[in-house]
């Protein structure tokens, strides 16, 4: 799915831009485990996200941004767990500040063949391990959270969004 550069900047002048991201998870041996994917640019342990695409709520722009990152489907909730803030690199030395609302995607299922696959690495970490992995403050406080209290996914509302078979390109 092509992006238009008025569908990549919500916002104008200085404010934040709006993303959504995936918080792939699944229960195994007894614990949440979330799957972590590594950024194009310079290799850090991230979630899926991205822009806001014209025609789609964010939860089902979430799981669009999953199967193409990293080959997820799933059910996704309509609502986001919590709110991280970072600053994109555009340029050599210029950023964009951004707020991605987190929505939590319960895996069915991991495609080998999806749209990033030559350009990511992925990788399932329990939430305690995941919160280590990753830089932005506030993410490693939603991994934290849940590795406190899974039952803040478990409890999560089934959202309009069935990602089924997986978001299609």
Not at 57 to 85: F, K, M, N, T
Not at 138 to 159: K, M, N, V, Y
Request: proline fraction near 7%.
């Amino acid at each position: 799915m092509k992006r238009s550069k008025q569908d990549q900047f919500v916002a104008e002048g200085n404010g934040a831009r709006s993303q959504y991201g995936a918080l792939c998870w699944r229960a195994h041996r007894g614990q949440i485990e979330v799957l972590l994917i590594t950024s194009r640019d310079t290799g850090r342990w991230v979630i899926p996200k991205g822009w806001p695409m014209a025609g789609l709520s964010p939860d089902i722009a979430a799981a669009q941004e999953a199967w193409e990152e990293a080959g997820v489907s799933g059910q996704v909730a309509g609502r986001p767990l919590g709110i991280y803030a970072y600053d994109k690199v555009v340029k050599l030395g210029q950023t964009l500040p951004c707020a991605v609302a987190v929505y939590p995607l319960r895996v069915d299922r991991l495609a080998v063949e999806f749209p990033e696959r030559h350009e990511r690495r992925r990788k399932w970490f329990a939430a305690a391990k995941a919160a280590r992995k990753v830089a932005e403050p506030e993410l490693r406080h939603i991994f934290l959270s849940l590795a406190e209290d899974p039952t803040l996914l478990l409890g999560a509302p089934t959202g309009t969004g069935d990602a089924g078979s997986g978001p299609q390109p």
